[in-house]
């Protein structure tokens, strides 16, 4: 069924590839106004100019945004502001994972830890702040979505100590942001993807044997695609979910069930 997003505007964070720009896709695919945020300009260019042509004009817009930095968070809202494009939806999803630097706790650098954090627990934190703030503007109202991960929740990361620290201060933040803004009507929940195989995450990370160890350990007995996950964002982006709020959703076939 089409159209479940029509009349919506939602900003999409790290849309300029990967899992973020199949949910921007997805959504603009269902009738939404896309703003599609990256750090990266020529990536967030290239991706709405795609969306646009494929649907219409008006159907997608380029945002250059470095989400730690609060500067630059807010300056990017305040131009939806001034645009008319006070987004109904927020999807948090822009984050690093600093594959060959983070590591066991008692060996990652002060370095990895600061830069995994401000961008995943204090960007995300930021972007939230944000969203929530010109949610409120506007009357209040909208549907907040974190990207967080299994490594949050059980010990999947224990190899990536900085990573999986902010993915579970990640988890928690969109609890509290839930249950102090119910009765704004402003919702929040968690998108948990397992293991997706994205360009990035096979250019770093997808050697056979790595690959074919986490695929064992996923009951489904697949790695995930970004397409598995756009289906719950269209669900948690629209109104059939009006009742879903402070919530978790896994998409990781089963990895953390286990």
Do not use: C
Not at 120 to 142: D, E, P, Q, S, Y
Not at 175 to 202: S, W
Not at 231 to 257: N, Q
């Amino acid at each position: 069924m089409a159209g479940r997003l029509t009349g919506k505007t939602a900003l999409v964070t790290g849309a300029g590839s990967g899992i973020g720009r199949a949910i921007a896709d997805r959504f603009v695919a269902e009738g939404a106004r896309v703003v599609y945020a990256d750090r990266d300009a020529a990536a967030a260019a290239a991706a709405s100019a795609a969306a646009a042509a494929a649907a219409t004009a008006d159907s997608a817009i380029e945002l250059t945004v470095d989400i730690a930095d609060e500067s630059s968070v807010a300056a990017g809202f305040a131009t939806l502001v001034a645009r008319g494009a006070v987004p109904d939806v927020v999807v948090a999803n822009a984050g690093v994972q600093l594959f060959g630097h983070d590591a066991r706790v008692a060996d990652v650098s002060l370095e990895t830890w600061n830069r995994t954090l401000a961008v995943n627990l204090t960007g995300t934190f930021l972007t939230v702040k944000h969203a929530v703030r010109a949610m409120l503007a506007a009357g209040g109202g909208g549907s907040v979505i974190v990207t967080g991960s299994p490594t949050g929740l059980n010990g999947e990361g224990a190899d990536f100590a900085a990573y999986s620290s902010t993915k579970g201060g990640v988890h928690a933040l969109v609890r509290a942001t839930a249950m102090a803004y119910a009765r704004d009507g402003i919702r929040a929940n968690t998108v948990v993807p397992g293991y997706t195989e994205t360009a990035l995450v096979q250019a770093i990370s997808g050697d056979p044997e790595s690959r074919a160890a986490i695929v064992s350990r996923t009951p489904l007995g697949r790695a995930g695609t970004p397409d598995d996950v756009t289906g719950i964002m269209v669900y948690l982006a629209s109104d059939e979910s009006s009742y879903a709020t402070g919530a978790l959703f896994r998409v990781d076939g089963g990895m953390t069930s286990l």
